[in-house]
């Protein structure tokens, strides 16, 4: 699901080097927890929330089962209202459609509300060296591309700054004064700086959090209100989003906004959820509908429900793993589990450890508002890596034997005798140089297996 | 008379004997007759975990041989029953169904099929480590993510003994980082995830963790007994071994 590139995603490593910064580590981790506890007490006034899940669940998977009817639906009512709908194959095709545009009406100025998509596209770059500046007017996402950096989480983009790092930018590049860290001071800055790029935006681009089939109509969720002044004051509208995100009633739209704010930040609702249906009088609506490898996983049974996806980032939020690596880590748009899950559909060589990045708990299952069985499915994708033989050789290798060894009793009571007996006769410093051993103590090794005593007992 | 197999997971077997045998004596003394099948090894999951699917199949096939005859099979180990009842239909598809319904976790099988209630004094404040694949795989308790009526069956079996305490966590149901070869392939992260759940349990004044999974105990205690840190950890069928012993009940 992504065209980053020069990022390692040997989650491991950059994990690690995450964790070597404990202060960093314990406050993304307590953050993010937060978030999930805040989740938590927003979904528990919901007595009929697991319902509501499986509702959602439920409708998601219905509309993809006849996704290309609902696709065609929306098609032909938003362009009856007047907008214009493009459909792109990838990455590269939705970035020359909206380059186009953007070209067709000589606009060189662009102000884009918050899209996780774009962001797969790398849409920014790919403008800026078509000579067009674009601003993001979310501030997680403004915060990071002043510091050149992919967001690391797609709902808190900059989530694993610290608001002091951010006044050190915010002083170098918008003349914030020198140690300011107050987020209140920090956010009038940047609305400062934001009103002068709004009101010199030739053409606004936002995301689409859900697209309705029967009115085609988009709406787009906001708490800051960034997508309605990035749309309502140029005349150019372009709005992108991938095939998955069509509903097909709008009544159903109640349900899913229901589970989005609440799940992503324990809101009820999200401050702003803004319906554009057809382009405002004057104005253009262009809507770039991108498939970009969707529906090749659409054509995969087991995998097919994380297009059920709302991108409300509660995975990411309770996935222990995530909190304490930060979403960096993962390298690629969308991190955490969900990310495992997507980013090995487009090239599973290069996300091969992102599968193995989790303790499969369980948690991004349970806690995602449309009933995805992520933890399932990053299980999947290890056999699946494992049966393309994109498991490192070592790792492959030690499973064979253990398969090996464990399919014969002899074997592994022999194993066994031998591991207790020389186990307490290892050196301190070759116990302590492995992955186990540095920071963990063995565990214990008995004279006699529970088996042993198990005969002994019995007279056998 | 319920006719048990003890399915012992292979490092209970080897490095937590105890743990078997309390588990064995915790069963007999409700009235079971138990049998351990000697041919056992391992589920397979640490192979199967790690993307192995073939290299498990065999030793999925051999489970089967080994338990096939049996009315239940009891495993004190969330993730290891989880293996054979969840994710054998990835290895053995079509003898899925009758093991499905005869394999339980001990606290699972002692709640839901004995309806114990372990009577006997056991005065010590526990920290109960709530092991994922039992919480979220098999429903042993209800969990923080989801709005259901909440329980706990090990909490409860725990809970009619006479002077335990429970330590209050403030994440009562967080991993504790071990996911098998998840605390070698990725180190730094698996250490956090554990020294983080046992800062927690040290808020909470626990003398004891326990917990279902003797896995995530093993990674817990080496990381305490690196630290020298005064907390042990026991598992849950060895509480209720030594609390109930000499009583008996049903």
Known sequence: ?460 | MIDIALFIPCYVDQFYPKVGLATLELLERYGARVDYPQAQTCCGQPVFNSGSFDAAKPIADKFLEVFSSYQYIVCPSGSCTSMVRNHYAELVPDRIAELRSKTFELCEFLHDVLGAKPEGRFAHRVGLHASCHGLRELRLASGSERRVQPFDKVRSLLSGLEGIEFADLSRGDECCGFGGTFAVGEEAVSVAMGNGRIADHERGGAEIITGGDMSCLMHLDGLLRRQKKPIRVMHVAEILAEATGGHGHT
């Not at chain 1, 020069?6 to 406050?27: C, I, S």
């Not at chain 1, 362009?79 to 990455?91: E, K, N, W």
């Not at chain 1, 297009?307 to 509660?314: D, M, N, T, V, Y």
């Not at chain 1, 690629?332 to 487009?346: F, Q």
């Open chain 1, 1 to 460: 699901m992504d065209t980053r590139e020069g990022m390692t995603t040997e989650h491991p490593e950059n994990a690690a080097a995450f964790v070597a910064n404990d202060a960093r580590l314990k406050w993304h981790d307590e953050s993010l927890w937060f978030v999930r506890q805040k989740r938590d007490r927003a979904t528990s006034v919901i007595p009929e929330w697991e319902t509501l899940r499986a509702l959602g669940a439920d409708i998601k998977a219905h509309t993809l089962s006849r996704l290309a009817d609902y696709l065609e639906e929306f098609e032909q009512k938003a362009t009856a209202l007047g907008a214009h709908v493009h459909f792109a194959r990838d990455a590269e095709e939705h970035n020359r459609i909206v380059h186009g545009l953007l070209a067709r009406a000589n606009v060189t100025r662009v102000v884009k509300s918050k899209s996780m998509l774009t962001e797969q596209c790398g849409l920014n770059h790919y403008l800026e060296a078509h000579g067009i500046e674009v601003i993001d007017t979310d501030l997680g996402e403004r915060i990071v591309q002043l510091r050149h950096e992919p967001p690391s989480h797609i709902v808190m983009p900059a989530i694993h700054l610290k608001k002091e790092e951010i006044g050190d930018l915010f002083h170098d590049t918008m003349g914030a004064a020198s140690g300011t860290s107050d987020p209140k001071v920090l956010t009038e800055v940047a609305r400062g700086r934001l009103r002068g790029n709004l009101l010199a935006a030739q053409a606004g681009i936002t995301g689409v959090n859900f697209a309705i089939a029967e009115t085609g109509g988009v709406v787009v969720c906001t708490n800051e209100g960034n997508a309605d002044l990035g749309t309502s004051i140029p005349p150019l509208h372009i709005a992108c989003m991938g095939i998955e995100k069509v509903i097909p009633r709008a009544k159903d739209l109640g349900v899913f906004l229901r589970l989005l704010a609440r799940s992503a930040t324990g809101q009820p609702v999200t401050a702003y959820s803004s319906h554009f249906h057809g382009p405002r009088p004057g104005g253009e609506l262009h809507i770039v509908i991108v498939d970009h490898g969707r529906s090749a996983i659409l054509g995969r049974e087991h995998y097919r429900r994380t297009l059920q996806c709302i991108r409300c980032g509660a995975c990411m939020n309770t996935c222990p793993v995530y909190r304490r690596s930060g979403g960096h880590s993962y390298g690629v748009t969308v991190p955490g589990p969900l990310g495992a899950v997507l980013a090995p559909h487009i090239d599973p060589k290069k996300h091969r450890s992102l599968p193995f990045a989790s303790t499969l708990c369980g948690s991004c299952s349970d806690v995602c508002p449309v009933q995805i069985d992520l933890h399932q499915q990053l299980l999947l994708w290890r056999g699946e890596l494992g049966h393309a033989e994109l498991i490192p050789l070592r790792k492959r290798a030690a499973s064979q034997l253990a398969g090996w060894v464990l399919a014969r009793t002899w074997a592994y009571e022999f194993l066994g005798r031998i591991a207790r007996w020389i186990l307490p006769k290892l050196p301190k410093a070759l116990l302590r140089a492995n992955d186990w051993g540095r920071q963990r103590e063995l565990p214990p090794a008995p004279k006699e297996s529970f088996r042993e005593l198990y005969r002994r007992r019995r007279g056998q």
